[in-house]
């Protein structure tokens, strides 16, 4: 999940393979369900049904099947960094997460909260290590025996 807009959210599937790191908008957008009347109605129709520890709980097949001008796909070679924070997001009321992690590239950077029981902490490993494979791809051999 990412904030933007100040206090709304988009909900992503983000796959990550040797060249990019891409995300689909699964989700629009999610509240908790609260109050009375109208805006319990409103609250519920944009609330998470289902078992809230199951990433996939998160993902309506409809909004994944349909592009989405918020789609992403970030080029390994344009990441710079990766980071993991593992502390909680304010405003995520009862919607289990693992931290956050922060894809940083050239042109500034992508916050995506880990939603559901996920290691956060071995995704961004893993995402930084593919990065780094296919960044390190690029890189000349080294020169040996120069004269």
């Known amino acids: 999940m990412q904030y933007y807009g100040l206090i709304l959210n988009r909900t992503y599937l983000v796959a990550v393979?040797?060249?990019c790191n891409e995300g689909?908008?699964?989700?629009?957008?999610t509240a908790v369900e609260a109050?009375?009347?109208l805006t319990?109605?409103?609250?519920?129709?944009?609330?998470?049904h289902g078992d809230l520890n199951d990433p996939y709980s998160y993902i309506s097949d409809q909004k994944l099947a349909r592009p989405h001008n918020a789609d992403f796909s970030l080029?390994?070679?344009?990441i710079t960094g990766i980071t993991y924070n593992p502390k909680?997001?304010?405003g995520m009321g009862p919607y289990p997460h693992d931290g956050r992690i922060t894809i940083s590239t050239v042109?500034?950077?992508?916050?995506?909260?880990i939603l559901g029981t996920q290691p956060g902490k071995e995704i961004a490993e893993r995402i930084s290590e593919v990065t780094q494979?296919?960044?390190d791809s690029f890189k000349p051999p080294p020169r040996s025996g120069a004269a």
């Open 24 to 29: 689909k908008v699964c989700r629009g957008l």
């Open 75 to 78: 080029s390994h070679s344009e």
């Open 35 to 37: 109050g009375g009347g």
């Open 40 to 48: 319990r109605y409103i609250t519920g129709q944009l609330a998470v």
């Open 107 to 113: 042109n500034g950077q992508r916050e995506l909260i």
């Open 133 to 135: 494979r296919a960044n």
């Open 88 to 90: 909680k997001k304010w």
């Open 17 to 19: 393979d040797e060249s």
